[in-house]
Every structure is written in C-alpha cells, then in structure tokens.
C-alpha cells in the first residue's frame, strides 16, 4: 500500500524557515517523481516544486524559486521541502505526492497518490 506522510508544517513568523518532509511507504520515493503542492484558502492547489525519478533534475514554481530547494533522501525513503525566506503568501497546506512519470512535472494529473497534508502559516 503506497502512503505518503507530511510533518513540517507550522507556524513561522516571516522571514523565517521550515523544512517539510515527505516519507513514503509501500514504495520507493526514488522509484517516482515527487511533487510538493500548496492550497491557500480560496485558491486552487498549485504545483510549488518536484524532483524527478529519472535523473534527481529539480523543478519550482517561479514563486518560490531561490526560496525553496527540494531534496531527496533514499535512505529515508524521504522528500524535503526546504523552505527560507517565507512570506504571508506561502501560507498553505502543503501536500506530497507522486507520480510514476521519470520526468518532473507539477501536473496535477499525472500525480497518483498524495499524502493528507500539513499546514504552513507565516505571520507576525
């Protein structure tokens, strides 16, 4: 059974940082490419980063890109969300999930299983 569990996620005052993890069970994370989305509260869900299976190449949205750095740790079975610099408009709920495809994408569809979720808050 392919799970994939978030922890991270807090309240963080602005300008400051939080690593997210992502642990996969039932499979392994290098095996798929892992994608991090967020949801703002009124917004659709929006593709933030992914590291692709095939090769460890990285994607970021242009909103977080400088701010966020992705990683993966095989040993762990495990997906970090390094995030600095945050910002009120990072507040969300931060989901991992994967997709079978070898190359990064931050299509939604092509992602297969997700994990429930973790929120993040920046504010002072």
């Known amino acids: 059974q392919v799970q994939l569990v978030e922890s991270g996620g807090g309240l963080v005052q602005p300008g400051g940082s939080l690593r997210l993890s992502c642990a996969g069970s039932?499979?392994?994370?290098?095996?798929?490419?892992i994608g991090w989305f967020r949801q703002a509260p009124g917004k659709e869900r929006e593709g933030v980063s992914c590291?692709?299976?095939?090769?460890?190449?990285?994607y970021y949205a242009d909103s977080v890109k400088g701010r966020f750095t992705i990683s993966r740790d095989n040993a762990k079975n495990t997906v970090y969300l390094q995030m600095n610099s945050l910002k009120p408009e990072d507040t969300a709920v931060y989901y991992c999930a994967a997709s079978p495809m070898s190359i990064g994408t931050l299509n939604e569809p092509y992602y297969d299983y997700w994990g429930q979720g973790t929120q993040v808050t920046v504010s002072s």
């Open positions: 039932g499979f392994s994370v290098d095996y798929y490419s």
């Open positions: 590291i692709s299976s095939s090769d460890g190449s990285t």
